[in-house]
Each structure stands twice: as structure tokens, then as C-alpha cells.
């Protein structure tokens, strides 16, 4: 309270200006929380400083963080000056100073935060250029711009600044298929590319020898991604036909690729029908994202191939009622929870939380971790609820609601990335109503399976 009042009154008592200064060293979180507020009040030079000053101490605080660029209208100059000052700038920092720029149109400004992106020298590390190479990609995306557009709207700083992407770019290609780099250097790399139109062919040409068996997942997976950016129409037979070879996070990465155009999923269907992907191979999650496409075409042809899993969960759930008087083994459950929970829930040191973390229903009866199972959506919470954002410029996202803010929503995919969605590009976010967690696990989860799962959810702390 002391500091909103004191925020109103430096003009009239200077000393109060520097009391207010010196509270950046502050050690309650709460006071420097109320000082970045009430810094941004206050424009003065003076004020800009002791607002970098914490900006530079926020770390992991995400209010802290959000409470400098909340009062950075005055300051961002001094913040700028700031963060190029470090010799490797936080990256939250440097990613909010230039979605303002890109905002508000600043070019100059934009122009020197993009230096610690473009700048060359021999003590650059080109996993990390290009990672942040790849957040400057996705800003302008989020903010509805890209390269090409800032380049040709005029000639200054930035477009002198942006000229040094495509070399950059060049490297990129050179280091995603040089097989004697660093997994970590040609992930980065390849995170890089199908992003600029002019050099999609170039790339496509570098990235479709990444989908051979000899590779590692995650650069499979990668390469499957930037593919979908290219969005060459011939997509789904360039993966399919590596199908077999793919273990299963390249499948699921693929599978959400294809997900994101309407020709793709129907392609993608096609093959289930016909037997060249077996239906096992999408697993419940994806196959309840078909049914529920926002294609009237693809929910059409899903419903008639897979069925809707959705339907009849009542008698799924009477099927499996012998479970509760039936003695499992939990090591053995302990495999079953690796195959077909981990990917959204978190066990100890093992799995994603995406769901509730698997501690919190250890106390549960067996009847309600099997009905939980087998009909999710029957008592889920609303934060559990799915959501599918169509955005304009980029394919439907579909996940949970993380948190809301006026500009922006956070969304957390089934792969556990959180997504921040400016509100200006979102043309529609529908609840589905439905657990995030899919119906129709009882394809993967037998009886015998189930009861072997529960003693293991039982023993999880």
C-alpha cells in the first residue's frame, strides 16, 4: 500500500524517488511485485533502470516477469539496453521486448532485439542461435507477421538486421543433415526450417532423408513437424510410407500433423481403412480428435472406419466391473501405465502431468480408477475439459486451457507443450465438453491389463 501511494507523490519529494530505487533489492517477492507496478507510473530514466534491474532478477517468476512488461510502456528503451548488455539475454525477456516491438510497430526497436538472433562471432553456439532463431519464427507468426512481410514493407535497420536470416537458414540446412553433428545442434537446426516459402523445396529435400529408421526419434519427430510446415500435398504418402519404421512418438507427431489439414486426415483415414495403419496405431486420444474434427467430411469418414468412442460408455464400464474383485500385479501395471497413461500423467519421476498427477487417486477404489478410465468425461473437472482453438494462420490446437489473459490464451497440448495464442488470432475456442483424456481405452487396456493397473495406481506416492 505504501508503494501505490509513494508512486503519486516523487515529483513533490525526491527522496521518495530514491527510496523507491534502492527497494529493487528488495527480499520480499511481494514488494518487488508492487515496485515493477508502480515503476511503470514513473517515467523517468531513473525508473527505466530500476525496472531492468528487476526484469533482469525475474528468472522463472512468471508475475514478476509480467509485471515489468506491464509498466514497460515509459521503459523500454532502458529494458532493451539492458537485456543486450548480458552476454546471453533471458529468453523470455528478449521474446516479450520484441512481441512489444512487433506491436507496436517499432522497426528500430525490433531491429536491435533481434541482434543476439542474427549477430555472428566465433563464441556463438549454433544450437542455441538458431533455438532462438526458431522463437523469433513463431512470434511473428503468433503476431500475425513474418520475415518476408517486415523485409518488404521498407529498407531500414530491420530489414538490413533481417538479411542475415537466410544464411543462417543455409546453416541450418547444412547442420540438420550432416550425420557427424550433435543430435542436439541438428534438432535446433531442423526446428528451423519450413518456415521461409522460398526455401521450402530446398529443405524438403534435406529433411525427408531424416525419416529413415537409422535416425533418432526426436529428430524423426522433428522432421515430421517442419515437413507439415512446408505442406507439400503429397504429405501423408511421404510419411505413411515410412510407417512401419516409425516408432511410436514419431507415429503420434505425425498422426498430429496430418491432423491439421482436411485432405491429410482423410488421407490418414484412407490408410486405417484399408488396412495399412492399423487402428491400434492411433491411439485414443487422436482417434476421439477425428470424430470430433472440425471437418464435417473427416468426423463423417472417422465415425464410419473407427467407430465413436464415445458412445456406449456405460456398458464399457459394466464390462470391466469384475476388475474390483480381481488381483492384479502392479509391476506388471506399472507396464501398462508406460504404454497408455504416461504420455498425460505423471507417476513419480516417470510421465507428463497433463492430467492430475496419478498420486492424487491412489486412495481410490477400483471401481472408480476403472469407471475414471473408461469414461473420463463422466465426472471430469472443468480444467481437465478439452478445448480446440482455430487460429488464423496456423492449424487447429487442441488441448487444455492453461490460464487466460486479455491478450492472450495458454494452451498445453496432448505433447505437454504450452502454447501461448495472441487473441487476436484465435477465430473460435470451443470447450468439446469432453475429457481431455479419450474415450476408448478399453481398445488398449484388456481386462487382465486393468487389473494389473489398478494395484499399481494403488502403490503410487
Known amino acids: 500500500m505504501a508503494l501505490q501511494l509513494a508512486e503519486t507523490h516523487t515529483d513533490a519529494a525526491p527522496d521518495l524517488m530514491y527510496r523507491l530505487l534502492k527497494m529493487t533489492d528488495d527480499p520480499d517477492p511481494r514488494v518487488q511485485l508492487q515496485l515493477a507496478l508502480s515503476l511503470g507510473e514513473l517515467n523517468r530514466p531513473a525508473a527505466g533502470e530500476a525496472l531492468a534491474k528487476l526484469a533482469l532478477s525475474a528468472g522463472d517468476d512468471v508475475y514478476l516477469s509480467a509485471a515489468v512488461m506491464s509498466s514497460a510502456k515509459y521503459h523500454t528503451g532502458a529494458l532493451a539496453d539492458a537485456v543486450l548488455k548480458e552476454p546471453s539475454p533471458p529468453a523470455g525477456l528478449l521474446r516479450d ?32 542461435q538458431l533455438s532462438r532463431l526458431v522463437a523469433l519464427f513463431d512470434l ?6 513474418s520475415m518476408a512481410k517486415l523485409s518488404a514493407a521498407k529498407a531500414d535497420k530491420l530489414t538490413e538486421s533481417l538479411s542475415a536470416v537466410p544464411p543462417l537458414l543455409a546453416k541450418a540446412r547444412a547442420l540438420a543433415g550432416s550425420a557427424t553433428q550433435p543430435v542436439a545442434g541438428r534438432l535446433a537446426a ?16 534435406v529433411l525427408l ?22 505442406g507439400a500435398d503429397d504429405l501423408p504418402h511421404r510419411l505413411l510410407e515410412h510407417w512401419a519404421d516409425f516408432p511410436t512418438d514419431v507415429r503420434s507427431a505425425a498422426i498430429d500433423v496430418l491432423l491439421g489439414r482436411e485432405a491429410w486426415a482423410l488421407a490418414l483415414i484412407e490408410e486405417v481403412r484399408s488396412g495399412h495403419v492399423a487402428p491400434a496405431d492411433v491411439d485414443a486420444a487422436r482417434q476421439l480428435r477425428l470424430v470430433r474434427h472440425v471437418s464435417a467430411k473427416v468426423k463423417e469418414k472417422a465415425k464410419a472406419v473407427l467407430g465413436d468412442p464415445t458412445e456406449g460408455r456405460a456398458k464399457v464400464v459394466a464390462a470391466y466391473a469384475a476388475v474390483a474383485t480381481m488381483t492384479g500385479d502392479a509391476q506388471r501395471g506399472q507396464k501398462v501405465y508406460a504404454q497408455n497413461c504416461a504420455t498425460c500423467h505423471r507417476s513419480g519421476e516417470m510421465g507428463v502431468e497433463i492430467g492430475p498427477n496419478l498420486a492424487s487417486v491412489a486412495g481410490w477404489p477400483a471401481e472408480a480408477l476403472t469407471t475414471a478410465i473408461l469414461d473420463p468425461s463422466r465426472s471430469a473437472e472443468p480444467r481437465y475439459l478439452a478445448y480446440t482453438a482455430i487460429v488464423e494462420g496456423g492449424d487447429p490446437i487442441y488441448g487444455l486451457v492453461i490460464s487466460e489473459t486479455p491478450a492472450a490464451v495458454i494452451m498445453q497440448g496432448l505433447d505437454g507443450i504450452e502454447r501461448t495464442i495472441a487473441r487476436s488470432r484465435i477465430k473460435s475456442l470451443d470447450c468439446n465438453n469432453r475429457s481431455l483424456m479419450p474415450d476408448g481405452l478399453e481398445s488398449a487396456i484388456s481386462i487382465d491389463q486393468m487389473a494389473d493397473l489398478i494395484p499399481y495406481l494403488h502403490s503410487v506416492r
Do not use: W, Y
Open 97 to 128: 521486448l520484441q512481441a512489444m516491438a512487433v506491436a507496436e510497430g517499432n522497426r528500430d526497436l525490433l531491429a536491435r532485439l533481434i541482434q543476439p538472433v542474427v549477430a555472428q562471432g566465433p563464441n556463438v553456439e549454433p544450437a542455441d
Open 140 to 145: 511473428l507468426q503468433q503476431q500475425r507477421t
Open 190 to 205: 531442423v526446428q528451423a526450417l519450413g518456415r521461409m516459402p522460398a526455401d521450402r523445396d530446398s529443405e524438403g529435400a
Open 209 to 230: 532423408p531424416l525419416l529413415e529408421k537409422q535416425n533418432s526419434p526426436a529428430l524423426q519427430s522433428a522432421a515430421v513437424k517442419a515437413l507439415g510446415r512446408i
